[in-house]
T-cell receptor, first 113, second 117 residues
Framework: GNSVTQMEGPVTLSEEAFLTINCTYTATGYPSLFWYVQYPGEGLQLLLKATKADDKGSNKGFEATYRKETTSFHLEKGSVQVSDSAVYFCALTFTSGTYKYIFGTGTRLKVLA | EAGVAQSPRYKIIEKRQSVAFWCNPISGHATLYWYQQILGQGPKLLIQFQNNGVVDDSQLPKDRFSAERLKGVDSTLKIQPAKLEDSAVYLC???????????????FGPGTRLTVL
């Protein structure tokens, strides 16, 4: 079946540190891949996306590259800020069928000043 | 553009009671989703509507959960009777009809946090 696996949190970093949150997927076919962010008390917001192999999604200093050979979509940021503290979800969907999203379990990031 | 609206934001009930959640999607969005997000887990799709028809309800516990989307606009999710394990955040999302071969970006509401005592 289709699934998404994320590294467990929480991840605690100091401000300006480098961030990597690992995400790997299992899929029958060629999914589109996403990172969503959830700030405390809010719903999920799309952070970035990639729809085909070798695409790089980027937004607000975050980046992730769709690696088909390793079935991965790791999230990175060169210098995190306190305001980046949130829960990050990796997800996939397909461009056919029911277009259902499958989410990972989420990784909580805490950035300390 | 107004976002996805949900109410109530918080609800506390005792087990075996009934509860209903309401969602108003973004105007014009044909597809509406209800997710259950248990603490420490990712959202799990409960039901997906395309206009007022059900596309996927394979993970909806139909013995106690029901949902409807009359007139293809807003939607109600009901739990009757509630169990302790239903404590979770219930998220509503919507997306517009997309072109074949493209993904459909989902927009999420703030969620309803349900506590069952």
């Amino acid at each position: 079946g289709n699934s998404v696996t994320q590294m467990e949190g929480p991840v605690t970093l100091s401000e300006e540190a480098f961030l990597t949150i690992n995400c790997t997927y299992t899929a029958t076919g060629y999914p589109s891949l996403f990172w969503y962010v959830q700030y405390p008390g809010e719903g999920l917001q799309l952070l970035l996306k990639a729809t085909k192999a070798d695409d790089k999604g980027s937004n607000k200093g975050f980046e992730a590259t769709y690696r088909k050979e390793t079935t991965s979509f790791h999230l990175e940021k060169g210098s995190v800020q306190v305001s980046d503290s949130a829960v990050y979800f990796c997800a996939l969907t397909f461009t056919s069928g029911t277009y259902k999203y499958i989410f990972g379990t989420g990784t909580r990031l805490k950035v300390l000043a | 553009e107004a976002g996805v609206a949900q109410s109530p934001r918080y609800k506390i009930i005792e087990k075996r009671q009934s509860v209903a959640f309401w969602c108003n999607p973004i105007s014009g969005h044909a597809t509406l989703y209800w997710y259950q997000q248990i603490l420490g887990q990712g959202p799990k799709l409960l039901i997906q509507f395309q206009n007022n028809g059900v596309v996927d309800d394979s993970q909806l516990p139909k013995d106690r959960f029901s949902a409807e989307r009359l007139k293809g606009v807003d939607s109600t999710l009901k739990i009757q009777p509630a169990k302790l394990e239903d404590s979770a955040v219930y998220l509503c999302a919507s997306s517009s009809k997309r072109d074949s071969g493209s993904y459909n970006e989902q927009f999420f509401g703030p969620g309803t946090r349900l506590t069952v005592l």
